[in-house]
């Protein structure tokens, strides 16, 4: 089965605590993002990673880290520093050479 | 900076009822526009890459449409299974990667 993977599909944590959630694809796709979506916005851009080994900041990195050790993976840690963790976050991967990014099926993050 | 405006918030449809859906956007220079389709809960399917003005693209009783200032996505004779929400981002030139995304039309098709 071929797919982009998020685990787990709620998480709950308790304030000042770290979390990491995980990313997974079998794609074989070179490109993976990390994304947040908050009730009447827009989805924005956490991290993205273009090549195993090296990644960038999106507008919304302060309080997040990434680590992509191997291309088909692309763990997300929530660290106590994001003011307001508590959103769904969605993982997206894209092929090499084109532009579209295509979703997996999210991680609800609720700190209380 | 980049800038998408999606409209209506909502929409309501009787099955059949076909209407449209705007993505009104601003960027320096436009790479690609994108559509998704998000149900409750879920993250968001591919539905259509759009590049050029006057470029259309079709799929079942969905077509999108490109102009210089926004897209439109056609929803012919809807079913209530097309319910959904439908997302469009933009991607500028320069900007690898980087979408910026609208907050989406909220469609509810009912028999």
């Known amino acids: 089965d071929g797919g982009i993977t998020q685990s787990p599909k709620y998480l709950f944590r308790k304030e000042g605590q770290n979390v990491t959630l995980s990313c997974e694809q079998n794609?074989?796709?070179?490109?993976m993002y990390w994304y947040r979506q908050d009730p009447g916005q827009g989805l924005r851009l956490i991290y993205y990673?273009?090549?195993?080994?090296?990644?960038q900041k999106g507008d919304i990195a302060e309080g997040y880290s990434v680590s992509r050790e191997k291309k088909e993976s692309f763990p997300l840690t929530v660290t106590s520093a994001q003011k307001n963790p508590t959103a769904f976050y969605l993982c997206?991967?894209?092929?090499?050479?084109?532009?579209?990014?295509?979703f997996g099926p999210g991680t609800r993050l609720t700190v209380l | 900076e980049d800038q998408v405006t999606q409209s209506p918030e909502a929409l309501r449809l009787q099955e059949g009822e076909s209407s449209s859906l705007n993505c009104s956007y601003t960027?320096?220079?436009?790479?690609?526009l994108f559509w998704y389709r998000q149900d409750p809960g879920k993250g968001p399917e591919f539905l259509f890459t759009?590049?050029?003005a006057g470029e259309e693209k079709e799929k079942e009783r969905l077509k999108a449409t490109l102009t210089k200032k926004e897209s439109f996505l056609h929803i012919t004779a809807p079913k209530p299974e097309d319910s959904a929400t439908y997302l469009c981002?933009?991607?500028?030139?320069?900007?690898?990667?980087?979408?910026?995304f609208g907050t989406g039309t909220r469609l509810q098709v009912t028999l």
């Open positions: 794609l074989n796709h070179d490109a």
């Open positions: 981002a933009v991607q500028a030139t320069g900007t690898a990667s980087k979408l910026t």
């Open positions: 759009l590049y050029s």
């Open positions: 990673s273009q090549i195993v080994n090296d990644f």
């Open positions: 997206a991967t894209g092929p090499q050479g084109t532009d579209t990014q295509y």
């Open positions: 960027v320096s220079g436009l790479r690609g």
